[in-house]
């Protein structure tokens, strides 16, 4: 038996000033974006904002729905919106945040696993990972270079391969 350890980097900045420029204003995209969100069900909005290549910014927020699995997650609503209509303009970053008027959000909230399956299939689709933001009002931001961070197993095709 061999034991294997798998280490992440991720960089935290304190609070949005102490971002560059161009991440801080994707930040306030992405604030700009939970207006869209559909949530009456959770009361939990999230907003993401992608930064393409030719600085063309799309918003996704969280969609829910009576029938409840109809819904889908803020980030699957922005990259399939990039997936459907801008394809060829590369994504650099994205921004995601939250809200509620429930409680305190201290901590940045992070991808479920099958938004980052997605992120990770228009990484390889685009051949450029894509900066990921996240952070909420009152807590630090995390970044990180590409989904993998998050998905070192990732499931990828390449994996079914016989070797
Ligand atoms: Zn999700």
Redesign the pocket.
Known sequence: MINHEIKIKFEEYITLTDLNEADRALCAEAVTALNGSHSPYSRFSVGAALRLQSGKIIYGSNQENVAYPSGL????VALFHWGANHANDPIESIAITAHTDEFKLSQPVT??????QVMAEYEKKQEQKMRILLFVEDGPIWAVEGSESFLPFLFFEERLAQS
């Open positions: 997650c803020a980030e699957r991808p479920c696993g099958s938004c980052l």
